[in-house]
T-cell receptor
Framework: DGGITQSPKYLFRKEGQNVTLSCEQNLNHDAMYWYRQDPGQGLRLIYYSQIVNDFQKGDIAEGYSVSREKKESFPLTVTSAQKNPTAFYLC?????????????FGPGTRLTVT | EDKVVQSPLSLVVHEGDTVTLNCSYE??????LLWYKQEKKAPTFLFMLTSSGIEKKSGRLSSILDKKELFSILNITATQTGDSAVYLC??????????????FGKGTLLTVNP
């Protein structure tokens, strides 16, 4: 089955620790995206990548880092510099060809930092 | 700065009612607009709208885009309790080179009471 896998579903960390969220897709999509969602808010873009070894900052990149070493994988690291890391994190992918199509989402990781 | 405004932010109706959800956008390099439904997990795709004035329909849901006035509406007729969710709209924008990204509104929380 094609799709996007995010693990784990729930993640708990202590303040001051870096944490890496996993995102893997087998849809053969070139583009991958990371979003953050807070209660009552829409999705805010953290980072995105159209091709391997290249990525762009989204609207709220501060305190986060990413890598794109393989087409299938786009891990997100939430660093200790991120002031309010507790949130629901969604990974997505899409084919970048025009006309652009829907963006497919993974199931999300709910991160709680105390 | 790209801006997407959805209204109303929340709406409570009774089963059987018809609702209209609004999405206005001010973005550069607009390509198309997507609607998603989110029920406490990852968003699920509803529609992609590329051309003005052409209604897309799926069962009781329909949507239309006005590229001149920069807005889209999502209609749900004969609402059911299963329609209760957050509805998100997001235009695809070209963000430089061959990069594309979605800019999400905050969403409309629809509650359908029996």
């Amino acid at each position: 089955d094609g799709g996007i896998t995010q693990s784990p579903k729930y993640l708990f960390r202590k303040e001051g620790q870096n944490v890496t969220l996993s995102c893997e897709q087998n849809l053969n999509h070139d583009a991958m995206y990371w979003y953050r969602q807070d209660p009552g808010q829409g999705l805010r873009l953290i980072y995105y990548s159209q091709i391997v070894n290249d990525f762009q900052k989204g609207d709220i990149a501060e305190g986060y880092s990413v890598s794109r070493e393989k087409k299938e994988s786009f891990p997100l690291t939430v660093t200790s510099a991120q002031k309010n890391p507790t949130a629901f994190y969604l990974c997505a992918s899409s084919s970048p060809s025009w006309p652009t199509y829907e963006q497919y989402f993974g199931p999300g990781t709910r991160l709680t930092v105390t | 700065e790209d801006k997407v405004v959805q209204s109303p932010l929340s709406l409570v109706v009774h089963e059987g009612d018809t609702v209209t959800l609004n999405c206005s956008y001010e973005v550069t390099n607009f390509r198309s607009l997507l609607w998603y439904k989110q029920e406490k997990k990852a968003p699920t795709f509803l529609f992609m709208l590329t051309s003005s004035g052409i209604e897309k329909k799926s069962g009781r849901l329909s949507s239309i885009l006005d590229k001149k006035e920069l807005f889209s509406i999502l209609n749900i007729t004969a609402t059911q309790t299963g329609d209760s969710a957050v509805y998100l709209c997001a235009p695809w924008v070209a963000s430089g080179g061959s990069n594309y990204k979605l800019t999400f509104g905050k969403g409309t929380l629809l509650t359908v009471n029996p």
